[in-house]
């Protein structure tokens, strides 16, 4: 993300995107096209290296700009903001100076819903504010009868404030969503995306983040349902920013669930961490972490790292892990990545049992556990409880948890 600021209304008049006239396609993160013109992103076939996990037939119903049009013009989808005091929503046209504000679209999904929506949620968290409670965005899937659609969400952090940001989805649809993120100098935000969907559902979304001086940024994306792919670009524009994202999913049979963290390092002293944890269970599951970091040439002092781990729970689900990070500059504080993929500790399981814990109970203690350390970081109860809640009602699916299994009494 080497341009956060971008005159939209001139790359869309113009064409204009920051990589020259000819799409194309590459293999770094911070070289790929970006445009507001849907003409210079075109639809992907499935072989091109940021696509090629993703089973595009299932996807291609967001590619097409003429049918989400139709289905967002249709009002299928549902927005409703629940925000405490202090809190400004408003809706506004897209052409308004708050909405494109953060980078441009990077690949299809995201041009098309860029050019499908003509209007756009702003949630804005005043300068100086510090909220009593999440503000809640629920996004209701009413079916896909009426085609794919898009929306856009833009959050404001203002200067020095603090804030939680929750946005639930649920129901069945077709979305393609652009989500915009902004971080005051100084401000603390918190943005929760949760995928909640019926298994019917495909969810493509585009979050684009930036992080102002001093500012710190707390990304969490939860997938439960449906079918997702979920790219948040994550970026500065500042000195001394912090980013910290976290990942929770559960893969269920036949389900595709992707998601594709960038950070780039563009300033100065700036922090960030990217830890995502998976579980897989049933015949043809299927994860997908690409994690990318790029640290530029101007960016001194750089300190980051990115970390996923996989647990296959049953046979016939795979998980692809690929971490990526690109380094120009040697003055940093520190760059790392990992990622592994494997099944049930049989040590851990050892131990437990020799305690006198049932096998099934003590599978959903090493889950749990593995769970653990991201829902402990998320610090939003409400949002704790409910993917606990979640976890606990997979392994009852997966057969781990039996409906009131407890240890045997000693």
């Not at 935000?189 to 585009?206: C, F, P």
Request: proline share 6%; with cysteine.
């Amino acid at each position: 993300m080497p341009d956060l600021s971008t005159d939209h209304s001139r790359a869309r008049l113009e064409a204009d995107h920051s990589h020259g006239a000819a799409p194309r396609y590459v293999s770094s993160r911070a070289e790929r096209p970006t445009s507001f013109d849907p003409a210079d992103i075109p639809v992907p076939r499935g072989r091109e290296e940021e696509w090629r996990f993703t089973p595009v037939r299932r996807f291609a119903p967001l590619f097409d700009l003429e049918a989400v049009s139709a289905g967002t013009g249709a009002g299928a989808l549902s927005v409703s903001v629940d925000a405490p005091a202090g809190v400004e929503v408003e809706t506004v046209d897209r052409d308004g100076p708050r909405v494109g504000a953060v980078g441009a679209p990077v690949d299809r999904t995201g041009v098309v819903a860029w050019a499908a929506v003509q209007r756009a949620t702003v949630v804005t968290v005043p300068a100086g504010t510090r909220t009593e409670r999440a503000v809640r965005v629920g996004v209701l899937g009413g079916g896909q009868d009426e085609g794919p659609v898009a929306q856009h969400l833009v959050i404001l952090a203002g200067q020095g404030s603090v804030g939680t940001v929750v946005i639930d989805h649920t129901g069945d649809a077709a979305l393609t969503q652009t989500v915009e993120i902004s971080v005051a100098p100084g401000a603390e935000l918190t943005v929760v995306s949760i995928q909640g969907w019926d298994d019917e559902a495909v969810h493509a979304a585009n979050h684009r983040a930036e992080v102002a001086a001093g500012g710190a940024l707390k990304h969490v994306v939860v997938s439960l349902g449906g079918d997702v792919r979920i790219c948040p670009d994550l970026g500065f524009s500042g000195e001394g920013g912090r980013v910290d994202a976290y990942g929770v999913y559960f893969t269920d049979a036949g389900q595709h669930q992707e998601h594709r963290p960038y950070v780039a390092h563009t300033e100065p002293r700036c922090y960030s961490r990217v830890t995502y944890k998976g579980a897989l269970q049933g015949e043809r599951a299927h994860a997908v972490w690409v994690g990318d970091c790029l640290i530029d040439s101007g960016a001194r002092g750089t300190d980051t790292y990115e970390l996923n781990r996989n647990l296959v729970l049953t046979e016939g689900a795979k998980a692809d892990s690929v971490p990526n990070l690109e380094i120009k500059n040697g003055d940093i504080e520190g760059a790392g990545h990992a990622s592994a993929t494997g099944r049930f500790d049989d040590e851990q399981l050892f131990y437990l049992r020799s305690r006198g814990i049932p096998e099934a109970e003590a599978r959903r203690l090493v889950v749990l556990g593995f769970f653990n350390e991201i829902i402990a970081e998320i610090d939003v109860p409400e949002v704790e409880e409910r993917l606990m809640s979640a976890i606990e009602a997979e392994l009852e699916v997966a057969g781990l948890l039996r409906p009131g299994s407890a240890p045997d009494p000693a």
